[in-house]
């Protein structure tokens, strides 16, 4: 496989399993939700994927919809320069009586760059049983979810894209 394709592939493979959610119940309908999630996705990507799983655990609870009680995030990525680096340099001269023409071209390679760490978002909810006071200020989990929340329900949100 050629290198570019390689390179390509390996994004697609990142971006396709980009993240890992940990959950924490907390007593009393609330629950802590952490994502990790790869240097691609941007701290936005994390939080649609904190976002997406507050309303799937929220349903695999036995709860109906959730309020937000506390949200953050942080990019821990950076990225380094792999490989050696190198410059081929190529040219022709010509010279006539005091004065030279030419060309001369130079080519520059090497220095993958690598990006690592990750991008987290933490989520607190409180979850609401529909009937319950509360639940008309919270977000529906089925409505967050679209059309295909038992999918999503059932298999859960590893991807950003």
């Known amino acids: ?20 959610t940990a959950t924490t119940p907390l007593g009393n309908g609330r629950l802590l939700l952490d994502v990790s999630a790869a240097p691609a996705c941007g701290r936005s990507g994390a939080a649609e994927v904190a976002s997406k799983m507050a309303a799937v655990e929220t349903l695999r609870q036995g709860y109906d919809g959730y309020v937000v009680l506390q949200a953050g995030s942080e990019s821990n990525v950076s990225a380094v320069a792999m490989g050696p680096s190198y410059a081929t340099t190529t040219g022709n001269v010509t010279t006539y009586g005091n004065t030279s023409y030419g060309t001369a071209t130079t080519t520059y390679g090497g220095q993958t760059i690598v990006p690592f760490g990750s991008n987290d978002a933490s989520v607190l909810i409180q979850m609401y049983k529909r009937g319950q006071p509360e639940f008309d200020r919270a977000v529906d989990a ?5 059309a295909k929340w038992r999918e999503l329900v059932e298999k859960g949100v590893n991807t950003c894209t």
């Open 1 to 20: 496989m050629p290198k570019k394709s390689l390179i390509l592939f390996s994004f697609f493979v990142i971006v396709a399993s980009c993240a890992n």
């Open 142 to 146: 089925r409505e967050q979810l679209g």
